[in-house]
C-alpha cells in the first residue's frame, strides 16, 4: 500500500526566510503524481505545486520549489522569501497513475515568524 | 466565481438526529469526493463518485451514506450521528485526468451536541 510520511508536524521560519518542509512516501508504481497542498487557518485547501514522477526536473512555482528524489522517493518543499500569508498546514499528496484516489501525509504545520 | 461550494459552513446537530451536507460544483468535474477532517489531520476519504459510480472506503462507517443525483451536486447523510463524527467535512472534486489536481470546497464544519 502507498503512504506518505511528513516528519515535521510543525515547523518555524522567520519572515523573508526560506525553508524546507520534507516528504517521503512509498510505492511500487513507476507513475504516479506527486502534490503539496496548503491548508491556511480557516480557509480552503489549495494546490501549491505538482510534480508527474516520470520528469526529472524539480516542479517550480514562483517562490515554491520542490527537490523530487525519485530513487530515494523524496519530495520536499521548499518555501524563498517566506511571506506572513505563507501560514498554513501543508500536506504532501500522492495519486496513482491508474486511481482516482489521494493519499495524504498527516501535514505539517508552518508558522512565519515576523 | 466560487466552483465548488458547500453549505452549509457551520452545522450543528444532536447526537443521533440525521444531517445532510450538501456540495455543489459549478466546473462540470466528473469525479466528487467526500472527505472527513479532524483537527490538525489529513483529510480522511470517506468516498467518491466517478460519473455516478459510487466508490466507498473500507473503513468507512455504515453511518455514513453518499448521494449524487446529478453532475453538480453531490450530498454527505450522516444517519445517526455521534460525537465522533464532529469534524470537518471536505468536498472536493476532479475531472478524472491524473495530471488535475482536486479543487477543494471551503468545508462544513459539522459540531454534534
Known amino acids: 500500500a502507498q503512504t506518505v510520511t511528513q516528519s515535521q508536524p510543525e515547523m518555524s521560519v522567520q519572515e523573508a526566510e526560506t525553508v524546507t518542509l520534507s516528504c517521503t512516501y512509498d510505492?511500487?508504481?513507476?507513475?504516479?503524481?506527486l502534490f503539496w497542498y496548503k491548508q491556511p487557518p480557516s480557509r480552503q485547501m489549495i494546490l501549491v505545486i505538482r510534480?508527474?514522477?516520470?520528469?526529472?526536473q524539480n516542479a517550480t512555482e514562483n517562490r515554491f520549489s520542490v527537490n523530487f528524489q525519485k530513487a530515494a522517493k523524496s519530495f520536499s518543499l521548499k518555501i524563498s522569501d517566506s511571506q506572513l500569508g505563507d501560514a498554513a498546514m501543508y500536506f504532501c499528496?500522492?495519486?496513482?497513475?491508474?486511481?482516482?484516489?489521494?493519499?495524504f501525509g498527516k501535514g505539517t504545520r508552518l508558522h512565519i515568524l515576523p | 466565481d466560487a466552483m465548488v461550494i458547500q453549505n452549509p459552513r457551520y452545522q450543528v446537530t444532536q447526537f443521533g438526529k440525521p444531517v445532510t451536507l450538501s456540495c455543489s460544483q459549478t466546473l462540470n468535474h466528473n469525479v466528487m469526493y467526500w472527505y472527513q477532517q479532524k483537527s490538525s489531520q489529513a483529510p480522511k476519504l470517506l468516498f467518491h463518485y466517478y460519473d455516478k459510480d459510487f466508490n466507498n472506503e473500507a473503513d468507512t462507517p455504515d453511518n455514513f451514506q453518499s448521494r449524487r443525483p446529478n453532475t453538480s451536486f453531490c450530498f454527505l447523510d450522516i444517519r445517526s450521528p455521534g460525537l465522533g463524527d464532529a469534524a470537518m467535512y471536505l468536498c472536493?472534486?476532479?475531472?478524472?485526468?491524473?495530471?488535475?489536481?482536486?479543487?477543494f470546497g471551503p468545508g462544513t464544519r459539522l459540531l454534534v451536541l
Open positions: 499528496a500522492y495519486r496513482y497513475l491508474r486511481d482516482d484516489k489521494i493519499i
Open positions: 510505492t511500487s508504481e513507476s507513475d504516479y503524481y
Open positions: 472536493a472534486t476532479s475531472t478524472g485526468r491524473v495530471i488535475e489536481t482536486q479543487y
Open positions: 510534480q508527474e514522477a516520470y520528469k526529472q
